[in-house]
């Protein structure tokens, strides 16, 4: 009897994300990191008793928190970037669609059933919440540390919303971080640039099949 090796279907993968990109992110999540943690440092006091160092600390949040905005401005030089950010101020039908159902993750025959661009509306919202944070942070940042021409309801309401939005920040990362860290793809993706054509059928197949027929125009999403 003759036995046939069947050697093991090659896997295709399609770039997902540019150095460029994948830096912008990176540095952009350090520096959020870094201003969390100093955040939590300053205003705990069981974690600032213990951590110490507390002028140091101040230091560094706040040259983090006026650095967040550069690594996005800088980013704008990279055409991927500006394409991607296209697509994430876009929401289309399918959006809507990804958004009321609860299936929205069900797959079928190896695609999933909504045809979701590059990103996913739930991934466009975060974009979105991470970018008015980050302007937010900024501005009430700037008034906390330069309160000298601010009046004393610009000084209180400034440290109000720097204060709330800091744990709306915190709930928001650890959930993005969950499912980042529950899809092995998405973050690979971010790691290395490339994702399976599998899983971009499986979880993003309105981006694969565009991606299949050819480079993405600005308009797809």
């Known amino acids: ?11 295709t993968w399609l770039l997902r994300f540019t150095v460029a990109e994948r830096a912008i992110h990176h540095v952009t999540a350090l520096l959020m990191l870094i201003c969390v943690v100093t955040a939590a440092c300053l205003y705990l006091p069981m974690l600032s008793t213990l951590v110490g160092h507390r002028e140091a ?10 650095a967040l905005p550069v690594p996005i401005v800088l980013g704008l030089a990279s055409r991927a ?4 950010l ?8 399918h959006d809507w669609e990804w958004l009321k159902r609860r299936d929205r993750r069900a797959v079928q025959g190896g695609r999933g059933v909504i045809p979701v661009g590059k990103f996913n509306a739930g991934q466009k919202l975060n974009a979105a919440f991470t970018a008015g944070a980050i302007l937010l942070m900024l501005g009430t940042g700037e008034i906390m540390t330069f309160p000298d021409p601010w009046g004393d309801r610009w000084r209180t309401g400034a440290t109000f919303v720097h204060d709330w939005l800091f744990l709306i920040v915190v709930v928001v990362t650890a959930g993005h971080l969950w499912e980042a860290f529950r899809d092995r793809g ?10 399976e054509a599998d899983w971009a ?3 993003h197949a309105g981006w694969a099949d565009a991606d299949a027929h050819g480079p993405s125009r600005p308009g797809d999403d």
């Open 57 to 66: 600390l101040k230091t560094v949040h706040v040259w983090c928190g006026f």
């Open 201 to 203: 059928a499986r979880h």
């Open 1 to 11: 009897m003759l036995r046939r090796d069947t050697a093991p279907a090659e896997r």
């Open 81 to 84: 970037f500006r394409t991607d």
């Open 186 to 195: 998405a973050l690979g993706a971010m790691l290395t640039g490339r994702v």
């Open 86 to 93: 296209r697509r994430l101020n876009r929401f289309g039908p």
